[in-house]
């Protein structure tokens, strides 16, 4: 098969995807395209629940294993919306369509490119393709289970929109749930211990926190305080507020680092993470990678966005077609040509690492 080929299918599998609704937890009917393409290619395929994954047909226990990673849910299209987000036009040089740009440009690309190597001997790394389910969600039915049925993964490239730069690291998450306490009373009578007004010079302290470390690539640890709830009626000071505080983790910290800090020093009465699962990622600037991508014209950066690198144990690397900007917004679209060239890199760049 060509190259032109190739990508022609690809973006033709695309619009099937777009037009093939998969929120998560519901991504049935693209988990069959992906079997659709696997068969067609004569490409040996596994499926759990609604992963998609398979290895080279000449897979080799004695070499390391990289693996190929994008997913196939979306979520759900916002009113902003003018066009028919499960309708595939093409416009302009632009296919639009829920989840054209996140993540199916690279879910198709990565795909495409697993293809182009499936038959190859000469690899100095095994391959092995994944498209994942409930990305958006960090469900418990993607890649996390996946991962314990499929060979060991040494290095991933997870396809995510990054116009094709490499995104040598990602921010972990870690979302905390804390209290202020203070003493409940009625509005009209003195109160010394008021919940609300302790929470101004918390909310102070959170605003100018600081974690020592900064990261190269990522840059500082960032604190933001998203939610926060507190009293019921007009004449009642309420015992409490709730708070909700989003932490994006950089690569100097563990999750359960950041959590034990917080826990020490934030002045409040209780703060609790939701989960400590999502630590941040990265990859070395010297794995073949990483200087393979470089040597192509490609630029590193740290992307402040989560993916399903949080879930993998093993040095990775996001890159893919499209741009992080339009995902989730309204009339969401990809370029073909960013899926075109997409493909086109994601070969040129295996070709430098994983051939010698």
Same mark, same amino acid.
């Given at each position: 098969?060509?190259? #032109?080929?190739?990508?022609?299918?690809?973006?033709?599998?695309?619009?099937?995807?777009?037009?093939?609704?998969?929120?998560?937890?519901?991504?049935d009917?693209?988990?069959r395209?992906?079997?659709?393409?696997? *068969? +067609?290619? =004569?490409?040996?395929?596994?499926r759990?629940?609604?992963?998609?994954?398979?290895? =080279?047909?000449? @897979? %080799?226990?004695?070499?390391?294993?990289?693996?190929?990673? +994008?997913?196939?849910?979306?979520?759900?299209? $916002?009113?902003?919306?003018?066009?028919?987000? @499960?309708?595939?036009?093409?416009? /302009?040089?632009?296919?639009?369509?829920?989840?054209?740009? %996140?993540?199916?440009?690279?879910?198709?690309?990565?795909?495409?490119?697993?293809?182009?190597?499936?038959?190859a001997?000469?690899?100095?790394?095994?391959?092995?393709?994944?498209?994942?389910?409930?990305?958006?969600?960090?469900?418990? $039915?993607?890649?996390?289970?996946?991962?314990?049925?499929?060979?060991?993964?040494?290095?991933?490239?997870?396809?995510e929109? *990054?116009?094709?730069?490499?995104?040598?690291?990602?921010?972990?998450?870690? &979302?905390?749930?804390?209290?202020?306490?203070?003493?409940?009373?009625?509005?009209?009578?003195? =109160?010394?211990?008021?919940?609300?007004?302790?929470?101004?010079?918390?909310?102070?302290?959170?605003? $100018?926190?600081?974690?020592? /470390?900064? #990261?190269?690539?990522?840059?500082?640890?960032?604190?933001?305080?998203?939610?926060?709830?507190?009293?019921?009626?007009?004449?009642?000071?309420?015992?409490?507020? /709730?708070?909700?505080?989003?932490?994006?983790?950089? /690569?100097?910290?563990?999750?359960?680092? &950041?959590?034990?800090?917080?826990?020490k020093?934030?002045?409040?009465?209780?703060?609790?993470?939701?989960?400590?699962?999502?630590?941040?990622?990265?990859?070395?600037?010297?794995? %073949?990678?990483?200087?393979?991508?470089?040597?192509?014209?490609?630029?590193?950066?740290?992307?402040?966005?989560?993916?399903?690198?949080?879930?993998?144990?093993?040095?990775?690397?996001?890159?893919?077609?499209?741009?992080?900007?339009?995902?989730?917004?309204?009339?969401? @679209?990809?370029y073909?040509?960013?899926?075109?060239?997409?493909?086109? !890199?994601?070969? !040129?760049?295996?070709?430098?690492?994983?051939?010698?």
């Amino acid at each position: 098969m060509s190259l #032109s080929e190739l990508q022609s299918q690809a973006l033709d599998l695309l619009k099937n995807l777009i037009e093939t609704k998969s929120f998560s937890e519901e991504e049935d009917g693209t988990a069959r395209l992906l079997e659709n393409w696997c *068969t +067609s290619h =004569n490409i040996n395929f596994q499926r759990h629940l609604n992963n998609v994954w398979a290895v =080279n047909k000449n @897979f %080799d226990e004695s070499k390391p294993t990289l693996l190929l990673n +994008s997913h196939q849910d979306t979520v759900k299209p $916002n009113s902003g919306y003018t066009r028919d987000p @499960f309708k595939a036009e093409i416009e /302009d040089g632009k296919l639009f369509g829920l989840g054209s740009n %996140d993540a199916g440009g690279c879910l198709v690309s990565l795909l495409a490119t697993f293809t182009w190597f499936y038959e190859a001997e000469d690899l100095e790394y095994n391959i092995v393709f994944a498209g994942s389910a409930e990305e958006e969600t960090n469900g418990k $039915n993607g890649i996390s289970c996946l991962l314990p049925k499929m060979p060991n993964i040494d290095v991933a490239i997870v396809g995510e929109p *990054t116009l094709m730069q490499l995104a040598v690291a990602e921010k972990g998450l870690v &979302v905390f749930d804390a209290v202020v306490k203070g003493t409940p009373s009625h509005a009209a009578h003195p =109160n010394d211990n008021n919940a609300i007004y302790k929470t101004a010079k918390v909310l102070q302290w959170f605003e $100018n926190f600081r974690f020592k /470390d900064v #990261s190269e690539a990522l840059g500082e640890v960032k604190l933001t305080v998203t939610q926060i709830k507190a009293g019921s009626q007009h004449n009642v000071v309420p015992g409490k507020v /709730d708070l909700v505080i989003d932490v994006r983790v950089n /690569d100097c910290y563990s999750n359960a680092e &950041v959590a034990e800090i917080l826990q020490k020093q934030a002045p409040v009465d209780e703060i609790t993470p939701r989960s400590l699962l999502l630590n941040s990622s990265s990859i070395p600037q010297e794995h %073949d990678l990483v200087q393979a991508g470089i040597s192509l014209g490609m630029e590193t950066y740290g992307s402040p966005t989560l993916s399903d690198q949080a879930m993998l144990k093993c040095p990775s690397l996001k890159l893919g077609p499209g741009d992080s900007t339009r995902s989730h917004s309204a009339d969401e @679209f990809i370029y073909v040509k960013e899926i075109e060239e997409g493909i086109h !890199k994601y070969i !040129k760049l295996l070709d430098k690492a994983l051939k010698k």
